[in-house]
């Protein structure tokens, strides 16, 4: 057993060694303490999602989308997915060749056997014959570019009960910001907002995760926006967590187009898409 009191009980010390939050020697220095305490308080937000699906479900499927190293998914897997009886699964989605094949590996070495790795981008994973009709979760941290917004239109077709999202770098809303600055300027005195280039850049990540917040309840989920602590290497410390509840729909979507004509965005109707009205 362990004696190191900042690791959870039934944590696999081989684990954290493989990836380098325990030193070698299964110590932990300061910069390993950081990265436990991030991984750690993430999982603090996903565990009850987890617990709610297995009370109402044997089966456990997440999907995590730009896994990267996945961390999470290790994380995930090791603390919750492994004690489960019927085991239940988590797919890593990563473009990296060499992450999966990593990643792929110290799954075998652990035996963890409801852990699989797929080469693909977000976008193609919905399409993806690998991987199940429906899932429970969805995962996405720091996906990158348009991967965010590709990951929430993978967990919409596939029904996901929850996502979890820490969205990254958003350049597109603010580059059509830019784009169509001139048209808008007259408008109205809120173009004051993203007059300067510096605002443009912060309100356009501003508006990115305000629209998909509201994508989200248009497609009835319930969405709730809190802030990841501990995150300090990260300027983007937003937690955004979807739950579906079947919600009236009509409201969230009529704010969503009325936003995006607002703000001159009405090209990105397609990214920030609300549901085909019945």
Not at 73 to 86: A, Q, S
Not at 114 to 125: I, P
Not at 230 to 244: T, V
Request: with cysteine; charged share 25%; glycine share 6%.
């Amino acid at each position: 057993m362990h004696n190191i009191p900042e690791i959870k009980p039934g944590q696999s010390i081989e684990l954290l060694k493989e990836l380098h939050i325990l030193t070698r020697d299964g110590k932990l220095n300061q910069d390993s303490r950081r990265k436990l305490k991030q991984v750690y308080h993430l999982y603090q937000f996903i565990e009850p999602l987890l617990q709610q699906i297995v009370q109402d479900k044997q089966e456990l499927t997440l999907v995590d989308h730009g896994a990267g190293k996945s961390y999470l998914g290790f994380i995930l897997y090791d603390l919750f997915f492994k004690t489960l009886e019927t085991g239940g699964h988590i797919y890593g989605i990563e473009t990296r060749d060499e992450l999966v094949a990593k990643s792929e590996a110290l799954a075998k070495k652990l035996d963890f056997p409801g852990m699989s790795f797929l080469n693909l981008s977000v976008a193609d994973s919905i399409t993806s014959p690998l991987l199940p009709a429906t899932v429970d979760v969805v995962t996405a941290l720091h996906a990158c570019n348009t991967a965010t917004d590709d990951a929430i239109r993978f967990a919409l077709e596939k029904k996901a009960k929850f996502i979890v999202l820490v969205p990254c770098c958003q350049a597109e809303v603010a580059s059509v910001l830019k784009r169509n600055k001139g048209k808008a300027l007259g408008k109205s005195v809120l173009t004051e907002i993203w007059r300067h280039p510096l605002h443009t850049r912060e309100f356009g990540s501003q508006v990115t995760n305000v629209l998909r917040c509201l994508q989200l309840e248009a497609h009835g989920y319930q969405v709730n926006v809190t802030e990841l602590v501990g995150w300090e290497h990260s300027m983007k410390n937003e937690l955004i967590i979807a739950s579906y509840k079947n919600l009236p729909r009509s409201r969230p979507s009529q704010k969503l187009q009325e936003m995006m004509e607002t703000l001159g965005l009405e090209e990105m109707g397609e990214r920030f898409f609300a549901p085909a009205q019945h």
